[in-house]
């Protein structure tokens, strides 16, 4: 398996090598160091970040279930990107789940449900100072203030929705 010798992939370059990737470490053919080092790389750039998490977060690679530790670390050190990141995934898959939920499409909803708690999970584990600023800006836009309204109205969520990302922001706390 080959590092990107790219020096910012495209956002779908960034969903191949980290399929490859992901792929290759289930198999045992790419160690957790290495695995760690090519994440790395695609964390430098936004559509890198973006194309790893769509991968890591929402497909059936188990790689943010039991999350090595020199992949932890490597995150940790991509600082505030991630955490927007996943922060906004957190919002998104919460919201899609209860829309999945009101379309009756069990199968969707269990995919934006593992989605959201692989967030919670991550946002766990990353610098809990950061977190928390970062959530209180989502908090603060569920309520119509701040930067995030504009991320909430783009995709539209009602308050129900809303209400449930108080919900899974309040989350990140427990545990």
């Known amino acids: ?3 990107m010798n790219i020096k910012e992939p495209t956002f779908e ?3 191949n090598a980290s399929m490859l990737w992901c792929e290759a470490w289930e198999k045992a053919e790419l160690s957790d160091e290495v695995l760690a ?4 790389e695609l964390l430098a750039s936004r559509n890198g970040a973006r194309g790893f998490f769509v991968i890591s977060l929402a497909s059936d ?3 943010m279930d039991r999350l090595p530790e020199p992949i ?3 995150l940790r050190e991509a600082g505030e990107s991630v955490i927007d990141l996943t922060v906004r995934n957190l919002a998104m898959s919460t919201a899609m789940s209860l829309h999945h939920q009101r379309q009756e499409d069990i199968n969707q909803q269990a995919r934006s449900k593992r989605v959201t708690a692989r967030c919670l999970d991550l946002l766990r584990l990353l610098e809990p100072n950061k977190v928390k600023r970062r959530l209180e800006k989502l908090l603060a836009g569920t309520k119509g203030e701040g930067d995030d ?3 909430l109205e783009r995709w539209g969520y009602d308050d129900e929705q809303k209400r449930e990302i108080i919900s899974s922001i309040h989350a990140v706390a427990e545990n």
């Open 37 to 40: 080092d090519r994440i790395s």
């Open 149 to 151: 309204v504009a991320f």
């Open 13 to 15: 370059q960034a969903i």
């Open 61 to 63: 690679c188990p790689l």
């Open 1 to 3: 398996m080959k590092a």
């Open 72 to 74: 932890v670390l490597k």
